[in-house]
């Protein structure tokens, strides 16, 4: 046994290394189990930023297309060769999604690693079998914690603690700005950190609101946390100002990231403990008592269960492209990946739609983007289109097919550049708020997998184009949009142009059904945060090849459904106090068109 010692699984240059450093002492590779990961950011979507999105997915996901990519040609040429990766039970099931709310960037890098295999089989085979382990939770030290760190368990209870106060924190900020406040002069009240001065006479009432709800819940715990008298943390105040501004509050009061920072180290620490102890064990409690109640076999695997069920299935040669659950699975909300397209949009709801403003982000995908566009401004009668794209080629070929289009002088071009964020807050600056935001890939899907090295080869760094082009891509979009007042968001996945190859319908897939853990997340998610911001995916590659379009004609009628998706997916939804039902099932969906 050889031990590589400093590597980073994402960084790319270290896997080079493992790979010929492996080759050098043992001549060959038969076996690949890509293991190795980290735990992601725990943070909802929209505390999240793109570089913590983007470690998460490097180390988790990116990392075992690379070693994929380098060991199928030296396992094809030897004639044999097994590859798993460890994904896990949060990552969803075929065709199915599960929601993991604080941890989309995690449970979208194990989708991935599941849909990777699902997807890779039959490229990979017969000399080689891939398959997937999810073991779900695990005892172990991960879960009790080590080296004085807490474990899963205390740091998720932790967080759902933290995340409460903010959220209810931020809502207050929200409702105060909507009350008439400025946000000036609610930082100001703020900055003492002291909730008592939130309750004097000339405080906004959500703000005072909150610190009377503030002070009562931590009256009742028994070890008297000082959240009782303070308002936030250091941790919370960050979060509290990167989400004002996200969401496009502060783009003209000045403000720079050094004077947040100031803002928040001038701020008064509050006395530890800030949270209380106790109500964090019992969450931390309550979270592994449900985990027990969810798993089929009322019982988490050892570490050592785990590592048995994984020689036990690398020693059957007679199956590929499946995934293993040695805890014998988990029972929980679960969302299907595929729901065909029925019916359109109400009269009522498009009714809604006149002199709203919408959002279109895309690249290449003209047709279906032209065609969505001229829904939104008929039957919709829109008030303003703004066409998002990366490049000005991009989006002025789109604009010159829509100029001759009934009502196309309120469509506006903003080209974005590499800079999304800054692409969208200038939107916002120009024309105020979106009311429905559709979100398409920036980048196509590639034509080839595994072939000639410089000819038609996706190797590590197409890959990682890839997820950046469809992935990451409506992260950056969602972290946004969720907190903007009044918002329906879809995101679209990729599509597979007629006569495309079986590499691009795979990897079509493959985004479509990862995407989708981002999506049912952020439809948890989002029902926590002020604004309810309903999330829905609409998809353009069928589970079976035979179903996708084979002439223009069907490619026709593809692109008419899915405009028909899009409209139907960002028409207005009642909102909670009309109709809870109503407007908690209409989110978190993925529409096949």
């Known amino acids: 046994m050889q031990v590589l010692a400093d590597v980073d699984v994402a960084d790319e240059a270290a896997l080079r290394r493992c790979v010929s450093e492996t080759l050098a002492a043992y001549g060959s590779i038969d076996y690949l189990v890509n293991n190795a990961g980290v735990a992601g950011a725990e943070q909802m979507v929209v505390d ?48 199915i999604a599960v929601p993991y709310p604080n941890r989309a960037d995690y449970a979208v890098s194990k989708a991935g690693q599941r849909a990777l295999t699902e997807n890779l089989a039959r490229f990979v085979g017969p000399e080689i079998q891939i398959n997937a382990i999810a073991p779900g939770p695990v005892a172990g030290d991960r879960l009790r914690g080590t080296g004085g760190k807490p474990g899963l368990f205390e740091r998720r209870g932790r967080l759902i603690l933290e995340n409460k106060r903010l959220n209810q924190l931020h809502a207050a900020v929200v409702r105060s700005l909507g009350a008439g406040a400025t946000l000036t002069d609610l930082l100001a009240m703020l900055a003492h950190n002291e909730t008592h001065r939130l309750t004097l006479d000339d405080v906004p009432a959500p703000l005072h609101e909150f610190a009377a709800r503030a002070q009562h819940e931590a009256a009742q715990a028994p070890d008297e946390p000082s959240c009782g008298r303070f308002v936030m943390d250091g941790r919370i105040a960050e979060k509290l100002l990167a989400r004002l501004r996200n969401a496009g509050l502060r783009l003209d009061d000045g403000s720079t990231a050094a004077g947040d920072a100031a803002w928040v180290a001038a701020l008064p620490a509050p006395v530890e403990p800030f949270l209380s102890a106790s109500e964090i064990a019992t969450e931390a409690g309550k979270i592994s008592k449900g985990v027990l109640g969810m798993l089929h076999l009322r019982n988490m695997p050892t570490e050592t269960e785990v590592a048995l069920a994984t020689v036990y299935f690398m020693a059957d040669r007679a199956v590929s492209g499946e995934t293993f659950q040695p805890s014998g699975g988990l029972h929980q909300e679960r969302t299907i990946t595929e729901r065909e397209l029925f019916g359109r949009a109400k009269p009522e709801r498009i009714v809604k739609m006149q ?99 410089g000819a038609d080869h996706l190797d ?134």
């Open 355 to 453: 002199g709203q403003t919408v959002w279109m982000l895309g690249e290449h995908l003209h047709d279906h983007i032209v065609k969505a566009a001229q829904l939104y401004l008929d039957p919709c009668k829109v008030g303003r289109i703004v066409l998002l794209t990366r490049t000005a080629a991009a989006g002025e070929a789109i604009m010159a097919r829509l100029a001759g289009e009934p009502g196309a002088d309120v469509v506006r071009l903003q080209v974005t550049g590499d800079d999304l964020e800054a692409g969208m807050d200038e939107a916002l600056r120009q024309y105020g708020r979106p009311s429905a935001v559709l979100s398409m890939p920036y980048t196509p899907i590639p034509k080839a997998l595994f072939g000639i090295a």
């Open 460 to 593: 590590a760094a197409g890959f990682s184009e890839l997820i950046e082009g469809n992935l990451t891509h409506h992260f950056r979009v969602a972290r946004k949009v969720s907190l903007l007042e009044d918002a329906r968001l879809v995101l679209a996945s990729p599509e597979v142009p007629i006569g495309a190859t079986h590499a691009q319908f795979a990897m079509a897939n493959f985004v479509k059904t990862t995407l989708h853990a981002l999506t049912a997340t952020l439809g948890v998610e989002n029902e926590r945060l002020v604004f309810h911001v309903p999330v829905n995916q609409v998809n353009l590659t069928r589970r079976v090849r035979s179903e996708e379009p084979r002439d223009a004609g069907e490619q026709e009628e593809e692109i008419d459904r899915f405009a028909r998706a899009v409209l139907l997916a960002s028409a207005p939804l009642p909102d909670t106090d009309d109709s809870r039902y109503r407007a908690r099932i209409y989110r978190g969906l993925a529409i096949t068109v």
């Open 48 to 95: 999240m930023s793109p570089a913590q999105w983007r470690t998460t997915l490097d180390a988790n996901l990116v990392s075992n297309y690379s070693l994929i990519e380098k060991v199928v040609p030296l396992m094809k040429q030897r004639g044999s060769g097994y590859i798993l990766n460890v994904s896990s039970y949060f990552g969803g099931e075929k065709y």
